[in-house]
């Protein structure tokens, strides 16, 4: 059988989300490993501007997302006369969009593999069309982004597949040389402060104000947040809001907001102890492998993916429920001992060195690649 070369990775979303992440550096494995690789992507979306970061050709003419029949039936022809030129082997697609053109371009293309990336924050619809798409009618296997998403597929009236969950993969969070990182001075820091940090936007749902009453709650002025919010202006009353909770708490000199860091890794090598208190969604566990990757535990709700990546007292802490009170003992046990804080960093370091590596990520890939693969 000739070995697999050639891959086609399509995400069409038009923001930049964990989703999107996970296809990028999919693919971005795949192309440092020798392999040729292109992604289908909106045009000038940042998943685009992402792919082309990382020397990844791209395709862009393809609209997916279009909903007239004449515009399908011209992608259906480009996709064709695309695998033939570039004689792809195998389409690993994500996002529902258009999907079903994979699909019918596998029966036209036999040699073809078509593997779908599930890694929506939402179950599919349990409906005999999507019965047909993720069985074995539809595609040659299924990777979900962790359990809870392949327990949703699984629950599909649909024929045997072969599904797999890979956990997202990532390289280090970039830090820089010792003349550029970050000092404690640069953020009203000291060395004996307990930092934490709570990476991510602004929405309700991210479970900044439950944080915050767990900080009003424990009244330890060394515990020190720093809010780092992609984007300021995003979501700009729910800022304020978080603000004004602040100020009422009194909390303004242990809560630190900033915007975009273009340098986030020298940042976080201050941190002592992220905090994931997302109150939904989190099927995929980006921010908990950036963490890790520079060897910080992660304090976390049992939301999504998280409970899967976070074991308790091990590489991090896991909270029971989803409360402020939660947190509170959370908080407790992880600077209650420097000893057991260091141990965490090492285990937290060790689960990204073993599990959640771009090269981890690549390997586990590509062996489901295989498994899956069409015979011809």
Known sequence: MIKLNNFLFTINVRWWNAEAAYAINVARSFKEQGYRVWVLVNQDSPAHHKAVQHGIPVLTDVNLDSNSPIAQFSNCLKLLSFIDQQEIQLINSFKSNGSFLFSLIRKLRPHLTYIKTRGEARPPKANKINARLYGPAGCDGIITVGKIVEKWVTNLPMAHQQIKTIYY?????????????????????????????????????????????????????????????????????????????????????????????????????????????????????????????????????????????????????LCREKTAEELVLGLKYMFASKDKRQASQKAALAAYQNKYSLTQFFEETLAFFQQCRRPV
């Open 169 to 317: 993969g990532d390289s280090p969070t970039v830090t820089q040389n010792s003349a550029q990182i970050s000092t404690y001075q640069t953020y009203g820091l000291t060395e004996k402060d307990k930092i934490i940090a709570l990476v991510g936007r602004t929405q309700q749902v991210k479970g900044h104000r439950v944080l915050l009453q767990a900080l009003a709650t424990l009244q330890d002025p060394e515990i020190k947040l720093l809010f780092l919010i992609k984007d300021l202006e995003e979501f700009p009353n729910e800022l304020q809001q978080i603000k004004e909770l602040i100020q009422e708490n009194q909390l303004e000199n242990q809560v630190k907001i900033l915007g975009f860091q273009k340098d986030l890794g020298n940042i976080l090598q201050l941190v002592q102890l992220g905090v994931i208190p997302s109150l939904g969604s989190e099927v995929n566990c980006r921010v908990a492998v950036e963490f890790f990757s520079l060897g910080i535990p992660v304090l976390s709700f049992p939301t999504g993916t998280l409970p899967d990546i976070i074991q308790h007292q091990i590489n991090g802490y």
